[in-house]
């Protein structure tokens, strides 16, 4: 068995899987301060014989570290620390990562070009390239969610940085950017506190909502070139509570690639794993390690 633990900015999944991928056990708890120490304390007594964590980042993959999180209760804290006491092999990657091996491992998709995408409370992706988990210098080779596609400047994203994708398409962001469109076009936005508030509006039809609708499937569109230009997939798994909520926007995004590349768009397809997609890449990290993860110094024990 594996234990898999998913760390989110609102939700702590771990789940105890097979090698074949099933599921045997499964809990959850709202992400705290210290949420790995925690899955440490909730796992006493389980059986099990190698651990894997998929988390929000930045991280630094060679300390074990969440660095700069803008989106969790705590911007910092330790991801395998917490785990050593059990004398497991434990493997650790961002969490758009580990959902991308897991879709490579577990998915069934018979690529070797692979990206994965997540619209949600954050926006983040994952890379499998040749076969090969990309990973960077730190862990982060993944970050498109702070792909640059405005230089206007005027749209901070969680993380500090300006004109990011995340700050106009991530969830956390739309009420914040549906705002500053608004004020662009000299127009009032109507009221709103949620993501699903715009997309209500853009539904019932109100011609704001329903321009920056159109708007944000460009910022995708822009944000999805960028990943074919910098990954090549073969196939682009998209996961998410946005996207799996607004498939046919997510379509509509890829529909208007040729309006930002000339490359050959990859396959859309949508993830297999549902709010366990991060879990159970987490578990594909230790059913199948990555060979890239060996030079950050995995497995820990």
Not at 40 to 51: D, S
Not at 188 to 213: C, H, I, N, S, W
Not at 278 to 283: D, E, L, T, Y
């Amino acid at each position: 068995m594996i234990l898999a633990i998913d760390v989110g900015a609102t939700w702590t999944r771990v789940l105890l899987v097979s090698r074949d991928g099933r599921v045997e056990r499964r809990e959850k708890f709202r992400t705290d301060e210290s949420p790995v120490e925690k899955a440490a304390r909730l796992v006493e007594g389980w059986e099990f014989e190698a651990i894997g964590v998929g988390s929000i980042g930045p991280m630094d993959l060679r300390r074990g570290w969440v660095t700069a999180s803008p989106n969790s209760p705590s911007k910092s804290f330790p991801l395998v620390e917490p785990l050593l006491k059990f004398k497991r092999p434990v493997y650790v990657a961002n969490d758009c990562v580990a959902a991308a091996w897991g879709e490579y491992v577990l998915g069934g998709w018979g690529v070797d070009n692979l990206a994965y995408l997540t619209l949600s409370t954050g926006l983040g992706v994952g890379a499998v390239v040749n076969g090969h988990l990309i990973l960077g210098k730190e862990g982060n080779a993944h970050e498109l969610g702070h792909a640059v596609l405005d230089v206007r400047g005027d749209v901070k994203c969680g993380c500090g940085g300006l004109g990011h994708w995340e700050a106009m398409a991530g969830g956390a962001n739309i009420p914040s950017y549906f705002r500053v469109f608004a004020a662009r076009l000299g127009l009032r936005a109507p009221e709103v506190r949620t993501a699903e508030d715009v997309f209500k509006l853009y539904r019932e039809g109100d011609r704001v909502a329903q321009m920056f609708v159109d708007h944000w499937v460009d910022v995708n569109a822009a944000g999805i070139a960028t990943i074919t230009a910098a990954y090549d997939p073969e196939v682009l798994v998209v996961g998410g509570s946005i996207a799996l909520n607004h498939w046919d926007l997510v379509e509509a995004a890829v529909d208007r690639l040729k309006k930002y590349t000339p490359l050959t768009p990859p396959a859309l397809e949508k993830a297999k794993f549902g709010d366990d997609e991060v879990a159970m890449g987490a578990a594909a990290l230790a059913i199948r390690p990555p060979d890239t993860l060996k030079k950050f110094g995995y497995p820990r024990f």
